[in-house]
Nanobody, 124 residues
């Protein structure tokens, strides 16, 4: 598993961004994938998760209604669509690969593989 996240940037409040995370390995389609974020001085927090088939998703309350997670197993890529961004969304966003199956893991301890992170900065 090798994860490469991209798509971050500097945007204004209310703007949208789509993050991508590509896996160069061969097990992507069997793994649960998650997005986490870490703001300066804060702990890493769960954002969204999607099961291996893409049929089940779960997002944190703080982003519910604004963020959507999806995946394309043919492209070995997971996405995080972020709409109506607010200053509080400013953080480094990390994608992570977890175990296979249908469970939706929200703890960072459940994920063995991590991407390098992509910075999202939202200005007011």
């Amino acid at each position: 598993v090798q994860l490469q996240a991209s798509g971050g940037g500097l945007v204004q409040t209310g703007d949208s961004l789509r993050l991508s995370c590509a896996d160069s390995g061969r097990t992507f389609s069997s793994r649960t994938m998650g997005w986490f974020r870490q703001a300066p001085g804060k702990e890493r927090e769960f954002v969204a998760v999607i099961n291996s088939s893409g049929g089940r998703t779960y997002v944190a309350d703080s982003v519910k209604g604004r963020f959507t997670i999806s995946r394309d197993n043919a492209k070995s890529t997971v996405y995080l669509q972020m709409n109506s961004l607010i200053v509080g969304d400013t953080a480094v966003y990390y994608c992570a690969a977890g175990p296979g199956g249908t469970l939706l893991y929200t703890s960072s301890m459940s994920y063995a593989y991590w991407g390098q992170g992509t910075q999202v900065t939202v200005s007011s």
